[in-house]
């Protein structure tokens, strides 16, 4: 009823008086109509579902270097193309070719426990044999370094650290594998980054450090993790066996899919939005990131339909590998040459399809690192006065999610995949949600389309075409002074 209900507000939108706050007519006035068709269209279209239903259901899995990513690539491209979308086409990447093989961990003393783990991507595996090492168990690095080389070479580091959340708790995860190979252990267990587990260990990439040797890696579900803390706290002296058949197997070609709808007076400048198309080896890829690419697909879909071309060319970018490289969104960035100042913006979608509550935004200086979010050392609103006129600026093109409560824009916003952009100055958005169980699902065999409401992936369709098509079409620039300084033949990426 909610939704339904939603859906008459928004065709009477048009009906709605403009705002009297200023003597100039607002984007949010400018645009009400169109964007009250956009959201009357797409709170009720089923494309974006029944994609996901086809990927998810028929393809399944899709990480780099996979029989899946290649048939998930050759899909999207063909069903662009039968969309009538305009210049369709593969852009090539190179990603990397890791292969999990069998893997299993054991506790095999002071009891015989199977462990419910899963070997961290990029991992190397463990010797025909496997490994049997006692463990020692730490909550931090810190602990691991004041415990010192003797008390840990030759045995497994298991890191069961708190849940901080995703950006504290991940580190583990990353750099854990080093941290402790530089002091002698020959394998490493890492409690899942996440706050809830239902046995279901959860994947990721690991970052080996040239400084250490590449050992073994495993993560482990909360539940083992944190009863492997509390053994060691009684006193027990765990051993654990693992075996891993992990390799990598140098590079593969792969691509990012991209498609169109042209500008109708500067086709040169252009919005980009979409996800990638990649996901792990478990689970289906449904909210990481599967329904992103439906979701950013299925917006292009309903302009066109609804006879909606922007004065700015809105690109759809499908991205590869940027589970365990970023190496599409690097390709992407480096198909435009010396500048990327063709682009007027961009849009990644990539923290799974629970209910949207808005958007996050942020503008870099050239070379400046991407932040996330307006945490600890990042002010909560922008200091640069184009920053703050763009923030304002999106704040008023919200207010037309108003019917749907998805009206936020909040500093600090972007992605891995269009990093690149950013770092060049490209404004970038990310498209946000309530978060409340997108950790639980992450990277583990759970993130199956089950676990994707059709009402909040049709809410993320339709925010992503009315801001797809507001910044696409809106007579200024976003942030202005960033436009292009160098001839396009405007194919961009790929031509």
Known sequence: ??????????????????????????????????????????????GAWRRLEQLTTRIGPRLSGSPGLERALAWAAEGMKADGLENVRLQPAKVPHWLRGREQARVVAPVAKDLHALGLGLSVGTPKDGITAPVVVVRSFEELTALGKEKVQGRIVAFVPEWEGYGRTVRYRSSGASAA????????LVRSATGRSLATPHTGMLSYEDDAPRIPAM??????????????AAGEALTVSLSMEAR???????????????????????VVLGGHLDSWDVGQGAHDDGCACTAAWQALVILKQLG????????????????????????????????????????????GCERPVGFGFSVLKPGEPRRRGSGAGEASEPEDPLA???????????????????????WGGGGADIGPLMRDGVPGLSLDTVGEHYFDWHHTDADT???VEPSDLRRATAMLAVMGYVLADMPERLVPGTETTTPSRGEGPGE
């Open 1 to 46: 009823m909610r939704l339904r209900a939603a859906v008459l507000l928004t065709l009477l939108l048009p009906a709605l008086p403009a705002s009297a706050a200023s003597a100039e007519e607002a984007l949010a006035a400018r645009y009400r109509e169109a964007a009250g068709r956009i959201l009357g269209r797409a709170l009720v279209d089923e």
């Open 181 to 188: 190979a530089r002091l002698g252990a020959v394998a490493v």
């Open 219 to 232: 993560s482990l579900s909360v539940e083992d993790a944190l009863w492997m803390r509390r053994m060691a």
């Open 248 to 270: 990598l197997e140098g590079e593969a070609d792969s691509a990012n899919v991209l498609a169109e709808i042209r500008g109708s007076e500067r086709p040169d400048e252009v």
């Open 308 to 351: 909606l071309r922007p004065r700015r060319t809105l690109r759809v970018a499908l991205w590869t590998a940027e589970e365990n490289s970023g190496s599409g969104g690097r390709a992407y960035r480096e198909a435009l040459g010396p500048s990327a100042s063709s682009h007027v913006a961009a849009i990644e979608m990539d923290g």
């Open 388 to 410: 703050a006129g763009a923030l304002a600026t999106l704040r008023d093109v919200a207010s037309l999610f108003g019917a749907i409560d998805a009206s936020q824009v909040k």
């Open 449 to 451: 389309l089950d676990k």
